[in-house]
């Protein structure tokens, strides 16, 4: 498991900037932080969730389901106090949960 790990680790680095300009965010570095906050709460049962997608035992819409569900972690602590738009720091977090789950199906299932 600790290999999908840091191949999502690594694939969620490379890609974390570009979501970051899309969505517009001023302060970056405080997105970035937030995000790898958000994943390290996350961490357990993104590993669970990621061995049981990875063997097929729940599929890619569950899996997405149970990631959305973790949104309530993703406080973005940093890109509040700083004082960005909570409609840029809400878009940000849809596409924080749609990257770890296309990141997740593409590294896992090909």
Avoid: P, Y
């Amino acid at each position: 498991m600790s290999d999908w790990s840091e191949v999502l680790k690594t694939l969620w680095e490379e890609n974390i900037k570009k979501v970051v300009q899309e969505i517009g965010l001023e302060f970056k570095n405080e997105a970035v932080q937030d995000s790898k906050a958000f994943l390290d709460k996350a961490a357990d049962d993104l590993k669970r969730w990621l061995r049981q997608l990875a063997a097929r035992q729940i599929t890619r819409e569950e899996f997405e389901f149970l990631i959305k569900g973790k949104r309530d972690l993703a406080e973005m602590l940093a890109l509040k106090q700083k004082g960005e738009a909570l409609a840029k720091i809400d878009a940000f977090i849809d596409r924080l949960i749609s990257l770890v789950v296309n990141l997740a199906v593409k590294t896992l299932l090909g």
